[in-house]
């Protein structure tokens, strides 16, 4: 995985690929924050992978993860991805993290049963990484 692929659902790819449609739909004059819009669409659209990862434990982008904080044995389930993903596909039921978040940084890359200390608000969070599935 390059820097410039962003992983998404091919549902949230397909709603940004339809926004993009109407921005540049014929005639159309666009506004300022449209024209913005409309060069942050086309880069998501380029950069945009689909392809289903392998299951194989690995934590990417493109993978349901589940993680446990060794402070309380608390679990916390969520998608490894570009968080465009919330605005184009509503059926995800869990939090996007994506690799340049704190938290996508620090467990891109890493296996199932891999520990990891986190920088968080309110201190620094031991996880273990419980559960890397493929997003279907």
Known sequence: MTADVVWMT???LEALQRELAALT???RELERHQRARLVELQDLVRRAQVERKPDDG???????????????????EFIFGSR?????????GVQVYSPDSPLGAAINGLYVGDTVV???PKGPRRLT????????
């Open 10 to 12: 091919s549902v949230a």
């Open 84 to 92: 465009a993903m919330l605005e184009g596909d509503r059926s995800l």
């Open 58 to 76: 690995l934590v990417e982008p493109g993978m349901r993860v589940t993680v446990r904080s060794e402070d309380d044995g608390s679990t916390e």
């Open 129 to 136: 990484i419980v559960k890397a599935t493929p997003v279907a």
């Open 118 to 120: 986190v920088g968080a």
């Open 25 to 27: 739909s014929p005639g």
